[in-house]
């Protein structure tokens, strides 16, 4: 997987739906989102996906299930995020398809879980570990990465019931 940083987040803001235990994203305008779509792909941590838009493999927002009962309480925010674009080379993504960022269920290294920070109101999807840059992709939305790849997932989200 290939990450190369480019410009300009997408406009809009994160929601946690308490109804639903559902991440979601809300674009300022969903035709900026549809440009950058084109053919929609996902990568998926388990229940919580990535929107990719193909072919040009452009991050876009994280939405999906998770629940709250599981967040661990650990302080933390995005320190020293730049506002850019992520992009992914990943050969097995195609249009319309998920493909997982997990690739070993049975490593402990390959576990990732929800970290919530009450006091900042940051979620911190991680499989452990220090991220080596951090890009807001979407308002209130930071990829971490390194040289492997993708580290985590930084959310601020509004909570909406």
Known sequence: MNLVPLTQPVSGRAV???????FDFVPTDPGEVAARRGSPASLALDTVLIEVGMPNGI???VWGY??????????????GA??????????ALGPSGSVSIRRDRSD??????????????WCRITR???????????TD?????????ITSMWLKPTFVR
């Open 66 to 79: 998770s629940p709250r009962s599981s967040w661990l309480s650990v302080p933390g925010r995005p320190e």
């Open 16 to 22: 946690y739906s308490l109804a639903d235990q559902a």
């Open 59 to 61: 991050l876009l927002y």
């Open 108 to 121: 402990p290294a390959e576990v990732w879980w929800t970290q919530f920070d009450p006091e900042s109101g």
């Open 128 to 138: 452990g570990g220090a991220d080596g840059r951090l890009t807001r992709i979407a």
């Open 141 to 149: 939305t930071v990829i971490g990465t390194d040289d492997t790849g």
């Open 82 to 91: 730049v506002d850019g674009v992520v992009m992914v080379d990943e050969p």
